[in-house]
């Protein structure tokens, strides 16, 4: 790297610097042999492809005419006339956007709920010597050891009286133990002594939870609330269980009328079995929040936010 | 098979909080006890009413959802009725147990779940392994950093989605048997072949979770002490000699770790995975535990022998993970210790 320092002064570096300059390879580390160079291109080439391909067939898919999937025999690797009609159809009302609609609601509340009482409980749970704070503690660890079993779950949210509201899709699931973790160690790995100088200048518990903490846990927020968020986003049990299908939301539409192939009602009527190509585009719907959100918060993960979890 | 929640953290980072503590614990020895330990129990309740107050959802959410439904395990020895409820339905002892054993369906899910666990272990287990070595060995940062992007995402798609994006991949207009026919080879469909189902499991499993996998694996190689690389090449240790004598020892702890962690969940499938999927190859491949609680008691009414499954499962999942954290504890300190010779 000190090498390149010289070239760094011209103000443009030729291609091969340019990749050199990204490489971080050792002084002692002998060049690779251009066989593996070129077994590991392929390599990487083949697990990228593997991962994408798939996406990029239900999306490929999902734009093309009926016309066209029916002449390929059910494959089309790429629309020779890409359209949007699959796309018109599910969203000129009914079944699909209303479920949409439900989904997003569904995620922003519950994850906004979920990181909020989280947060507390993690930042209430930093004091040392809270009255029960072990207790507390322990109290929440131990629920990642067991599971009170699918069917006591199932009775408790009935005897709750909460069989088809919302709340069954949000407070089963409100929090979970190793999140709690995450955050509370990311509270008690900062400088405390910030905070008991706030503390000295007379700001309550609160207010330095609002004004301090806060505003440094972003990192850490994210990445919890990414969770809980896809979470929300990708479940469907819980719907299927307690939920009548007109409150459905989008996860069990999709399973309801992709993966069974039921026919969809409202807007779709004329179609009795969805097309394979509607179908499709039900299917980049709900994956497209996951897609949009991922990129922003992947460069948490490389950043080890998830510091000191296995501490507890 | 998903790496245990509680091992997501990366051991590069462990270092900091357990060297902060060592710095803390060293200060509190030349001080007296610090003054909090002094505060009486009341002024400590008037001084911390706000952190009580926070900690209170979070706490009555964990005893609501996690703790009061453990009590109502106690329909695995009723014959529970819905409309009677829990006190009015007749106790029939371990009634619901010995025909839970006598079941055949029972044992048939009891299979099908090893059989798949089995197969995960196998096949699953490697793959985050083999995947972080060659990133690991990748020296460009950008194309490290863009592979990894690539493959944590399927990590966050839903069941549900992957469910249809593999029938659009495997079934019958699939790609994949596209692919079959043009090179002659018989086609079948992978969805619905109960025979399959097992690999069918275990490769939906690999695409969603392989790469998330890697998190671990690559924190632990970073662990790994970078001048014993310089080192061996000094003394004219290869690549291929570096890798067997240097990164596969310093990573052996946390892979025996992680194994002995899985084999601690050996009774758990991935419930919703199953769910979607078990109906295309019926109850004979397709039944496992899990599945056999939700559709022969919340389905067909049979709550008492369903529960009994769940609660034996439940046991029985508690202990062999208790215990296999037991032994990954003494495996570990092992691991970390014979690693620590080589030095």
Known sequence: MTRLSSTAVAPRLSIRDRIRRGNERPVWMEKPKPTTQVVKAVALIVICFLAIYPLFAVLATSLSSQAEIAANNGLVVFPKAPTLDAYRTIFSGGVVTDALVRSLLITVIGTTLSIAVTVAMAYG??????????????????????????????????????????????????????????????????????????????????????????????????????????????????????????????????RQYVLLGQPMGDAVAEIAVPSQAIQMAVVVVSLIPVVIVFPFLQKFFTKGVLTGAIKG | MSISSQTLAPPKEERTPAGNKRVRASKRKGKPAPEYRQVSFMARLRRDKVMLALVLPGVAYFVLFHYVPLAGNIIAFLDYKPYLGFVDSVWVGFDNFSAMFSDAAFWGALRNTLVI????????????????????????????????????????????????????????????????????????????????????????????????????????????DQELYEAAAVDGAGPWQRMKNITIPGIMPIIILLLILNLGSILSVGFEQIVLQRDNVGPGAGEVLDTYVYFHGIQDGQWGTAAAVGLVKGIIGLFLVLGSNKLAHMFGQEGIYSSDKTK
């Open chain 1, 125 to 254: 749970l930093t004091r040392r010597d809270l009255v029960g704070g072990k207790f507390f503690l322990m109290l929440a660890l131990f629920t990642m050891l067991f599971s009170p079993g699918i069917i006591p779950s199932f009775l408790m949210v009935k005897e709750m009286g909460l069989m088809n509201s919302y709340a069954a899709l949000v407070l089963p699931t409100l929090m979970s133990a190793f999140n709690l973790v995450v955050v509370r160690s990311f509270f008690m790995n900062m400088p405390q002594e910030l905070f008991e100088a706030a503390k000295i200048d007379g700001a309550g518990d609160f207010r330095i939870l609002i004004q301090m903490v806060l505003p440094l846990s972003k990192g850490v927020i994210a990445v919890v609330g990414l969770f809980y968020g896809v979470g929300y986003w990708n479940a469907f049990f819980n719907a299927m269980l307690y939920m009548d299908s007109d409150k459905w939301p989008l996860s069990m539409i999709l």
């Open chain 2, 117 to 224: 666990t089995g197969l995960q272990l196998v096949l699953f287990f490697p793959v985050p392994i083999a995947l972080s070595l060659l990133l690991n060995s990748i020296m460009s940062k950008r194309i490290r950093k863009f592979v990894q992007s690539v493959v944590y995402l399927p990590h966050f798609i839903g069941w549900v989605i992957i469910v249809a994006v593999f029938s659009e991949i495997l079934g019958a207009t699939g790609i994949v048997p596209h692919l079959l026919d043009s090179a002659g080879l018989p086609r079948f469909d992978a969805m619905t072949t109960p025979e399959f189902f097992p690999f069918l499991v275990t490769i939906q499993s690999i695409w969603k979770d392989a790469g998330w996998g890697t998190i671990i694996f690559l924190a632990a190689l970073m662990n790994v």
